[in-house]
């Protein structure tokens, strides 16, 4: 392994040692030359580099990474991304799961920083210096609290504060029963929605009985911690993600609990996701008349979300809405905030709906701040025959090259054309 290489590690850096594994033979990466960086990585990278750079697609090297397992290390160091990624491409075996669970749960029951000193580092407490910060490996991703040790020699430690996460992953990978509320617990520990232990708890809870799950998660829609109602309203909002769930035999107890929530509920996340889970189990194009008390709501996030769900999906009474409803998306799309804006204007990309109202409010939205809400408004224009908001909508995809939001927006008005869609 070339200098430049481990000084990268060493580093940190990133994008210099993906650009040097990059110009390496790709069957060498799965190999040796692959288990010599990922050595390094252990030695001198720390848990959240390897995250990072063996997120999910990489090429991940089996073990073992110099001497070490690379499912036990990431057990114990709270790499719960790297750990799950290393059993999607190689499943181990029961006695290592095992041991990797007993190593990880060592850690539920400490402070971390604290232990972290009292494993890795043996300099006087005075001359180390602690450093706290997130990692994250997409946009989309869960993220992990890292704390890093730096001793005044410069010897460093770390450790990710994911080991909830990792424990629950390794009880799926063993098939052991854990409880909702052990569950709920893991995601409560660190009450933050972006961490990897709440997601993994949501996770493995969506694995469960659906009907039991609903149930158990309508039981804590009151609870007195706000934490609380947020994980299992966001849990019954992911729920409904899959597909139709309104004909389900729990639909209608599930949703008498969240419009009672609904009037109820003052944190703005917690009733977000109560807004969303409402319309998930509510018919498909149905339109949600109990969503306009919160039509001029002060917080613009609830806005957004009425923005989004008032016309729940397509067909039925969604298709044709009644002048007041329509009236009322319109003012929702003149909305001071920019995004309750474009989630008001994406109503209109279906071309049924259309009035002169509606076609002066678009051609407001074209002048737009936010280009993605110009490319909204012209694309909704021109699917309804506007040949200057098509015209305008081509220039912008030609700006924004291919694959840009404006290349596939032009691409889907033209497909709407080409079927007959223009009024």
């Known amino acids: 392994m070339d200098q430049v290489l481990i000084d990268a590690i060493r580093a940190g850096d990133l994008a210099t040692v993906r650009s040097r594994l990059s110009a390496m033979p790709q069957h060498d990466l799965w190999q040796d030359a692959g288990r ?8 001198s990278g720390g848990p959240g580099f390897a995250q990072l750079l063996y997120e999910g697609g990489e090429i991940v090297p089996s073990g073992p990474w110099a001497g070490t397992d690379p499912v036990l290390w990431a057990a114990e160091h709270g790499a719960s991304e790297l750990l ?6 190689y499943p181990a075996p029961e006695q290592t799961l095992s041991r990797a669970l007993d190593a990880a749960r060592t850690w539920l029951d400490v402070d971390p920083e604290a232990e972290l000193r009292r494993r890795f580092v043996t300099a006087d407490d005075g001359a180390v210096s602690v450093l706290r910060d997130h990692v994250c490996t997409g946009e989309y991703s869960p993220r992990a609290l890292r704390i890093r040790l ?3 020699d410069g010897r460093r430690a770390e450790v990710l504060v994911g080991h909830r996460a990792v424990v629950t992953v390794l009880e799926q990978a063993l098939g052991r029963a854990v409880s909702r509320e052990d569950l709920l617990s893991r995601a409560l520990w660190s009450a933050d929605p972006e961490s990897c232990d709440w997601s993994a708890s949501r996770q493995a809870l969506m694995r469960l ?18 934490a609380a109602r947020r994980f299992v309203a966001e849990l019954l909002h992911y729920s409904t993600f899959a597909g139709e769930i309104a004909d389900e035999p729990y639909a209608a107890v599930v949703l008498e609990a969240l419009r009672s ?7 703005t996340e917690a009733l977000c996701s109560v807004l969303g889970a409402y319309a998930g189990f509510s018919e498909i194009g149905a339109i949600m008349h109990e969503f306009l008390p919160f039509v001029t709501d002060h917080r613009p996030e609830v806005r957004g979300r009425v923005a989004c769900e008032l016309l729940n999906g397509v067909g039925g009474p969604a298709d044709d809405p009644p002048q007041p409803i329509l009236d009322t998306l319109l ?11 474009a989630a008001a204007t994406s109503n209109f990309l279906r071309p049924g709906i ?5 076609r002066e409010v678009l051609n407001v939205r074209m002048r737009d701040d936010e280009r993605q809400m110009r490319v909204n408004a012209a694309t909704c224009l021109a699917i309804r025959g506007d040949e200057n908001a098509l015209a ?5 995809g030609d700006e924004d090259g291919y694959l840009s939001h404006a290349w596939v927006q032009l691409d889907y008005a033209e497909r709407a054309l080409s079927r007959g869609h223009q009024t």
């Open 261 to 267: 929530r609904m009037a109820a509920e003052s944190d």
């Open 331 to 341: 003012v929702l799309a003149c909305d001071p905030d920019p995004e309750v804006r």
């Open 354 to 358: 259309d009035t002169p109202a509606l």
């Open 150 to 152: 730096v001793a005044a």
């Open 84 to 89: 799950e990624h290393l059993l999607s491409r």
């Open 36 to 43: 010599v960086v990922a050595g390094e990585v252990v030695r």
């Open 392 to 396: 305008l909508l081509r220039g912008m």
């Open 209 to 226: 009985p659906a009907e039991k799950t609903a149930r158990w998660a309508v039981g804590h829609l009151d609870d007195q911690g706000v």
